[in-house]
T-cell receptor, first 113, second 105 residues
């Protein structure tokens, strides 16, 4: 069965650089969620989209932005990277918004040097 | 804002022993979900509870949703080494801190 695809799987950036993470949800899933997980921590909800519109906003820094495109894939854009942004970034998708099982992708490990 | 607390943070058990993790929300939840994350892996959905006082079972796993819909528990009977991982509860997109289970064979 198709799963959530995230690219790249690993990314190394310098401080103050920008990064773009991509997420391709499971076919026919219209809701995408972004999470940030630091080492030994729980996933922190950043932002979600339903039918290409922002549906919920969590602890996403102002330096980050995200969008969902017409083909339902989503991109998380991160600017002015800081050392503290080093983390695992998960994308998850679900077939509809609100209290439904989220299918997580394998994550993108971002390292900021 | 809403907080979701889980206890214990870590639990080491001998294979065959039982294990329970508890989840408490600062606000009433419409539903609660449980996920398991293996070391180096991604969270995987286990179950969703919706009704007050609901109890659901999946083989050796028993999930319970409190009457006030503010707390939940996950109980594993006779743990196996395959149960190793971190168990998270989540309500309204807020994850608990997780309980990491280690099982000694």
């Amino acid at each position: 069965a198709a799963g959530v695809i995230q690219s790249p799987r690993h990314l190394i950036k310098e401080k103050r650089e920008t990064a773009t993470l991509k997420c391709y949800p499971i076919p026919r899933h219209d809701t995408v969620y972004w999470y940030q997980q630091g080492p030994g921590q729980d996933p922190q909800f950043l932002i979600s989209f339903y039918e290409k519109m922002q549906s919920d906003k969590g602890s996403i820094p102002d330096r980050f932005s995200a969008q969902q495109f017409s083909d339902y894939h989503s991109e998380l854009n991160m600017s002015s990277l800081e050392l503290g942004d080093s983390a695992l970034y998960f994308c998850a998708s679900s077939p509809r918004t609100g209290g439904v099982e989220q299918f997580f992708g394998p994550g993108t490990r971002l390292t900021v040097l | 804002g809403q907080q979701v607390m889980q206890i214990p943070q870590y639990q080491h058990v001998q294979e065959g022993e039982d294990f329970t993790t508890y989840c408490n929300s600062s606000t009433t939840l419409s539903n609660i979900q449980w996920y398991k994350q293996r070391p180096g892996g991604h969270p995987v959905f286990l179950i969703q509870l919706v009704k007050s006082g609901e109890v659901k079972k999946q083989k050796r796993l028993t999930f319970q949703f409190g009457e006030a819909k503010k707390n939940s528990s996950l109980h594993i009977t006779a743990t196996q080494t395959t149960d190793v991982g971190t168990y998270f509860c989540t309500g309204k997109l807020i994850f608990g801190q997780g309980t990491t289970l280690q099982v000694k064979p």
